[in-house]
């Protein structure tokens, strides 16, 4: 199995899901972790259990990140890695979706990366040996459905993020890598009503991978050696594939 050991690493969306399954596997990797998100309670549940510590955060709020991250620092002596997989999803088409869903994907999956990673880079920077790990969705790279267009954008938004960074990081000790999962067995449509949000669910209990799977990738693109940076790492289920 790959190896963290000593390795600092902030994960966003930690409370559940790709996030909580990434810190936990990069602990039994040997690394520390930070647990970013705003569920307090459920945090320090999970920073209990994995000798981590909990930075409760909302990441569309700049400031409250500014302080997360500078706890996690703190805390950790430093910092070493970033994993962003703080995400939302509603579907809706353009026309019959909901203007404050629309606003708060953008927010979410695009600022609050943006955030996150503006604030974290001087210390990655100052490790030596930074990684920034990006979680996007196959939805960033086609669109699925028509109701999954704007929810698509944000993700598309995400690579071309990731991409320009790392031309803006090409001569400092920072690498980035982008991991495009598709469905993953996850909360994300927990929070959605109605009868989209039953389809919905269905469709991920259905098609889902463990999100294991996708903790697991990204342990590998943090243990990978330096001379080679993982610029992307794309996967589906096989069951989502035949549907």
């Known amino acids: 199995m790959a190896r ?3 390795r600092r690493v ?3 969306g930690a409370s559940s899901g790709i996030g909580a399954a990434a810190a936990r596997a990069v602990v039994s990797a040997g690394g520390t972790v930070a647990l970013l998100a705003r569920r307090s309670e459920v ?3 999970l920073a209990a259990e994995l000798g981590g510590m909990a930075v409760p955060a909302d990441v569309t709020d700049v400031e409250a990140v500014r302080g997360a991250v500078a706890s996690a620092v703190d805390g950790l002596g430093g910092l070493d890695a970033i994993v962003n997989s703080a995400g939302v ?3 809706g088409t353009v026309e019959d979706g909901r203007p404050e869903e629309f606003r708060l994907m953008l927010e979410v999956n695009v600022l609050g990366l943006l955030h996150v990673t503006h604030v974290a880079l001087p210390h990655l920077r100052r490790s ?3 990684d920034v790990v990006n979680i996007s969705s196959m939805s960033g790279r086609r669109i699925p459905s028509a109701t999954a267009g704007v929810y698509a954008g944000t993700k ?6 990731s991409e320009g960074l790392r031309l803006e990081l090409a001569d400092q000790p920072v690498r980035v890598t982008t991991v495009a999962p598709g469905y993953v067995d996850t909360p994300i449509g927990d929070d959605v009503d109605g ?3 039953e389809e919905f669910r269905d469709q991920f209990a259905t098609h889902g991978m463990s999100p294991d799977v996708v903790a697991d990738l990204v342990v590998t693109a943090l243990a990978t050696p330096r001379e080679v940076e993982l610029v992307e790492v794309a996967l589906l289920p096989t069951g989502e594939r035949r549907s």
């Open 4 to 6: 963290l050991d000593a």
């Open 10 to 12: 902030l994960v966003t």
């Open 43 to 45: 945090l320090r549940d």
């Open 89 to 91: 999803m509603r579907p």
């Open 128 to 130: 030596g040996a930074g």
């Open 156 to 161: 598309f938004a995400v690579h071309a993020i």
């Open 195 to 197: 009868d989209r949000g």
